[in-house]
């Protein structure tokens, strides 16, 4: 199975603390012209495990952040798992000679030498878990992509994307974002104000509907 090339598989915390960060990530892979994925897309009831690696599969991409690894303090109090686990896969993917390319993305500085050591050597993104560190986070990491957007196109998407979130929010009375449907209408609210804030999008979007036009 071939990736799309511009499928992006975000791995994130899916808890109301990173809600911001999230909607960051969104909105900063949208302005890179890359198409977020993620397991809120896999209904529950499906065979997790298989959909996820599917999922990994399909994409090009893929963004781990490893910022909540800490011991959950609510009953009983376990450390999570599932954020680290998904980054082996990728990584996995990766080593069997899949084209996938993974990184890593950290709140804190030094911290995944004490978390992941089998990953030392590999460099996190720090964020400091704030929507402008992901920005800032993203375009160091995706400095060799075709689209660059500014900082000033960055910040403007994802002020767009918190207005498009607490919209959602309000419209379709839900409490939080992370639910297939926030997720798609997030993407899609993206994808639209990336074409509008990103002049290189604009010329890429141009440029396939002359293709496909019929002569």
């Known amino acids: 199975m071939r990736p799309a090339r511009d499928n992006a598989f975000i791995n994130l915390p899916y808890d109301r603390r990173y809600e911001a960060t999230y909607v960051a990530f969104i909105a900063g892979l949208s302005a890179f012209g890359l198409i977020p994925r993620a397991t809120v897309e896999i209904p529950g009831s499906a065979r997790r495990l298989d959909r996820i690696v599917g999922l990994l599969r399909r994409c090009r991409y893929s963004f781990h952040d490893l910022s ?28 069997a000679g899949y084209q996938h390319d993974w990184f890593v993305f950290e709140e804190r500085p030094h911290r995944m030498t004490k978390s992941l050591s089998d990953l030392n050597g590999t460099d996190p993104y720090i964020h400091g878990g704030r929507p402008e560190g992901v920005m800032r986070a993203l375009a160091n990491a995706l400095v060799r992509m075709r689209h660059r957007p500014t900082a000033s196109q960055l910040r403007a998407l994802y002020q767009d994307l918190r207005a498009a979130a607490a919209a959602l929010k309000r419209d379709l009375q839900m409490g939080t974002m992370f639910e297939a449907r926030a997720f798609r209408e997030l993407v899609v609210a993206a994808h639209v104000s990336a074409q509008n804030r990103v002049p290189s999008l604009r010329r890429r979007s141009s440029a396939s509907k002359r293709v496909r036009r019929p002569h």
């Open 68 to 95: 909540r690894v800490e011991i959950d303090r609510g009953p009983p109090p376990t450390p999570r798992f599932n954020m680290p686990f998904e980054l082996g896969l990728a990584v996995a993917l990766e080593k």
